[in-house]
């Protein structure tokens, strides 16, 4: 059982269409952090987000932090083939542990 | 290269087997962490140590997993008995994380593909 739910589990987009993946816990986190990750290889972090209804920006992705922390949604304006990958959000104890949710494989056709 | 390294990248062992599992994290890295992901599943946590004393081992699934970094840098993950359930790709990763700070990067290997057979 995940501690982090994220949904849709899977989305399929024509390149330039916008797309919204969201993270969902019933857990406050001291933080959370967004990875993607490609076939064969680990996640790569894409940023963490520490303060509640913070947000971040990212070259043309957005990251939302929900004011209670328990909560993160990751939006992608004008998508690219290059985004295609398992975007993975993660939750941080205030002791270091850091747990994954299952993730959203996104894919974007040219 | 400066990154953590992982060996093997593929194991195939049959069922009732040993397996190690290497990590070699980043220098200087004082956090390593060792997780578990299936096919089209996000990172499954196992154990966390900080140094070389386990500061979280609740994620390993019974007591025929093991893992151990005894000097605070390379770590081992050690598989007994092995079940078929036990495939999976095996992940390790370091972080310059320290107790008491918000939030840290996580450094990926590539991770150790084992296969149960």
């Known amino acids: 059982t995940q501690l982090l739910e994220q949904s849709p589990q899977f989305l399929s987009i024509q390149e330039g269409e916008n797309l919204t993946v969201y993270c969902n816990s019933s857990?406050?986190?001291?933080?959370l952090q967004w990875y993607r990750q490609e076939p064969g290889e680990g996640p790569v972090l894409l940023v963490t987000?520490?303060?509640?209804?913070e947000v971040k920006k990212l070259k043309r992705l957005t990251f939302q932090f929900g004011d209670a922390r328990k909560d993160s949604s990751l939006h992608i304006t004008a998508a690219q083939p290059g985004d295609t990958g398992l975007y993975l959000c993660?939750?941080?104890?205030?002791?270091?542990?850091?747990?994954f949710g299952a993730g959203t494989q996104v894919v974007v056709t040219p | 290269g400066a990154g953590v390294s992982q060996t093997p990248s593929n194991k195939v062992t049959e069922k009732g087997k040993y397996v190690e599992l290497r990590c070699d994290p980043i220098?200087?890295?004082?956090?390593l962490y060792w997780y578990r992901q299936s096919l089209g599943q996000g990172p499954e946590f196992l154990i966390y140590?900080?140094?070389?004393?386990?500061?979280?081992d609740s994620g390993l699934p019974n007591d025929r997993f093991f893992a151990v970094r005894p000097e605070g840098s390379v770590s081992t993950l050690k598989i007994q008995r092995t079940e078929r359930g036990d495939s999976a790709v095996y992940l390790c990763?370091?972080?310059?994380?320290?107790?008491?700070?918000?939030?840290?990067?996580?450094?990926f290997g590539e991770g150790s593909r084992l296969t149960v057979l």
């Open positions: 993660a939750g941080a104890d205030s002791w270091g542990k850091l747990q």
């Open positions: 140590f900080q140094g070389t004393g386990a500061a979280d």
């Open positions: 990763a370091s972080s310059r994380w320290a107790p008491g700070e918000k939030a840290g990067e996580l450094f």
């Open positions: 987000v520490v303060t509640g209804g």
């Open positions: 220098s200087g890295h004082t956090a």
């Open positions: 857990s406050v986190f001291s933080s």
